[in-house]
């Protein structure tokens, strides 16, 4: 009998799931999948589960294909001579071929006076421990969003539509869409009641927020949803990072430092140009680093992976959202889609980010990635926002 090809894939979220599905395509494969939680995150509704509108996660019985091990457990170190990875609980896993992704988190800077105040929305656990904080507070108490990205902007306005007084404070708001598109965005935030506040917050306090200028701002819950970074799984391994910690590749996904390596997601810098965080890239790109994998295996070059960015969405609440389009090298053109045809077109990208993932899962292979930029232009690969 053969022995299979033993596959690692280290992270469970949009990238992870698409990849352990992808790699089932091949009998003589076998995949083990290491995720901290038992279930699939809907990262991109934190937001809703925060507020209560939804419970942001999904049983991976309905997204993973079946013939995939899970450990629910976190990885500490990789072993590149040894092709191990050590787990938290002190197990170890021997692999062929490894799929790094890890996915990204909130980073607070330590030097932030009052950071300890501050509740990040970027994880499930983060998104809960607000939800508890959110049931403990009478409605009226003021709560500061920090942020002006996509994440940031969502939550403000899904708090605010809760029946919340909000204030949205950042250095700029919406930097990532088009002219006409912030316009939207900032539309809908005064429709609702939130105030804007273009000043970055330098202080938290339990009760308030300092702005950069010195004003101070009522705070009951300072939001926290600017700054990201990645875990430190690859720089502590000696794996080649960028200064965030991501995972420098070549533009097939494999780590510059060894090709049983390959990496996709939040946690991937290909040529040090990296994708803007987004399930957006990330499912495509675990799609990829799956090819490469199988393509190494059969002892065939593997592609490029161009992804393609075609669009921004933001939802504003459940009856609102902006969808901001733009070229595939996720530069935004003066074109977007408002109001509730553009809440309804969120909710649906929500959706088939999940209808993709159980059609990968069923028919590995199925899942139809498209071609992008070419990267050698000097605007792809930015990164501005989560989502």
Same mark, same amino acid.
């Given at each position: ?25 091949? =009998?003589? /494969?076998? /995949?083990?999948? /290491?995720? +901290? ?9 934190? !937001? ?8 942001? /996660? ?45 996915? %990204? ?8 006076? @009052? ?18 904080? *959110?049931?403990?507070?009478?409605? +009226? ?6 942020? #002006? ?13 809760? #029946? $919340? ?14 002219? +006409? &598109? ?6 809908? *935030?005064?429709?609702? @009641? ?16 300092? *702005?950069?200028?010195?004003? $101070? ?13 990645? =875990?430190?799984?690859?720089?502590? %391994? ?7 910690g991501r995972l420098i590749t070549d533009e097939t996904l494999t780590s510059i430092d060894d090709d049983r390596i ?9 040529s040090g140009k990296p994708y803007r965080m987004s399930c957006q890239a990330g499912m495509p790109m675990g799609a ?38 733009? !070229? ?30 159980? &059609?990968?899962?069923?028919? =590995? ?23």
């Amino acid at each position: 009998m053969t022995e299979k090809t033993r596959v690692v894939v280290i992270g469970g979220g949009y990238a992870g799931v698409m990849a352990a599905n992808r790699l089932n395509s091949a =009998p003589d /494969v076998a /995949v083990t999948m /290491v995720n +901290p939680r038992p279930q699939f995150v809907e990262r991109i509704r934190l !937001h809703q589960l925060a507020v209560g509108g939804d419970d942001a /996660v999904v049983d991976f019985a309905e997204v993973l294909n079946p013939r995939v091990e899970v450990i629910v457990d976190s990885a500490t170190a990789i072993d590149v001579a040894a092709r191990r990875v050590a787990l938290a609980s002190g197990a170890r896993l021997d692999y062929d071929y490894l799929v790094y992704a890890v996915g %990204s988190t909130a980073a607070i800077a330590p030097t932030l006076p @009052g950071a300890e105040f501050v509740y990040p929305l970027s994880e499930f656990e983060q998104a809960q421990r607000l939800r508890e904080r *959110l049931a403990d507070l009478a409605e +009226p108490a003021p709560i500061v969003v920090v942020g #002006g990205g996509l994440t940031g902007i969502e939550a403000a306005a899904e708090f605010a539509e809760a #029946g $919340r007084p909000v204030t949205l404070a950042a250095a700029a708001v919406a930097p990532s869409l088009s002219a +006409p &598109g912030r316009r939207s965005v900032y539309k809908r *935030l005064r429709k609702l @009641g939130v105030t804007v506040l273009e000043e970055s917050v330098v202080e938290v306090s339990a009760d308030a927020v300092t *702005l950069a200028d010195g004003r $101070r701002v009522p705070s009951a819950v300072t939001v926290w949803t600017t700054g990201f970074g990645v =875990p430190e799984l690859a720089a502590v %391994s000696g794996l080649t990072t960028d200064e965030l910690g991501r995972l420098i590749t070549d533009e097939t996904l494999t780590s510059i430092d060894d090709d049983r390596i390959i990496a996709a997601g939040d946690a991937a810098a290909p040529s040090g140009k990296p994708y803007r965080m987004s399930c957006q890239a990330g499912m495509p790109m675990g799609a990829r680093a799956a090819d490469t994998v199988l393509a190494r295996i059969a002892g065939a070059v593997p592609a490029p992976a161009t992804i393609p960015m075609s669009g921004q969405c933001i939802s504003l609440g459940r009856r609102a959202g902006t969808v901001q389009v733009q !070229h595939k090298d996720d530069t935004p053109i003066n074109l977007y889609i408002g109001g509730r045809t553009g809440a309804f077109v969120k909710e649906q990208v929500c959706r088939f980010t999940i209808k993709f993932l159980r &059609g990968e899962a069923r028919n =590995p292979g199925s899942y139809r990635t498209l071609k992008g930029p070419d990267r050698s232009e000097p605007t792809a690969g930015r990164t501005v926002g989560i989502r």
